[in-house]
């Protein structure tokens, strides 16, 4: 099994090309993990209380537009 250090020494030695092909590949492979885990906290309330103080944050002012 490769460590995190061994995969950055590889990562660092890849060409262009090769490069922009594993960035593509880690781009889907990371969604495969996230894009489910986020959808688990948004369907079951658990940024709800996020979402309501940034609404009230927003309406009493104390957010501005970037």
């Known amino acids: 099994m490769k460590t995190v250090d061994d995969v ?3 990562v660092e030695n890849l060409s262009q090309d090769e490069l922009a092909d594993f960035r ?3 781009v889907e492979y990371d969604a ?5 885990a986020a959808k688990h906290k948004l369907t ?7 979402a309501e103080q940034a ?3 927003l309406s009493a002012g104390r957010v501005r537009k970037a």
């Open 8 to 10: 950055r020494k590889a």
């Open 24 to 26: 593509s590949w880690f």
């Open 44 to 50: 079951n309330g658990k940024l709800d209380k996020l």
């Open 32 to 36: 495969a993990f996230f894009v489910p």
């Open 55 to 57: 609404i009230k944050d």
